[in-house]
């Protein structure tokens, strides 16, 4: 399986987060995901699980509080997938 580039990672990302927002929402990557898209904290670790499914990477909850845009998910997602080993 190849690696999705970055453009594939940034779609990917604002579908999930359109997919768990319970309002329509349009983000952008300076979109902060709590103050501007109006996300609580169950809902962003929602937004961690459909990503963890979708790309077939582990987010560590560590990352959590520090990833507040959504250039920032964008961002980790992609070193997440490019830290794993090629298949």
Do not use: C, H, W, Y
């Not at 990557?29 to 937004?47: I, K, N, R, T, Y």
């Not at 499914?53 to 998910?73: E, K």
């Amino acid at each position: 399986m190849s690696r999705p580039d970055s453009a594939a990672i940034e779609t990917g990302v604002v579908d999930v987060l359109k997919n768990v927002s319970r309002r329509p929402i349009q983000p952008t990557l300076e979109s902060e995901l709590v103050a501007d898209l109006g996300f609580d904290s169950l809902q962003v670790l929602e937004v961690i699980s459909e990503l963890e499914d979708r790309f077939g990477i582990t987010i560590p909850t560590d990352d959590v509080p520090a990833t507040r845009t959504v250039s920032q998910v964008v961002e980790r997602v992609a070193r997440l997938i490019s830290e794993q080993p090629t298949r």
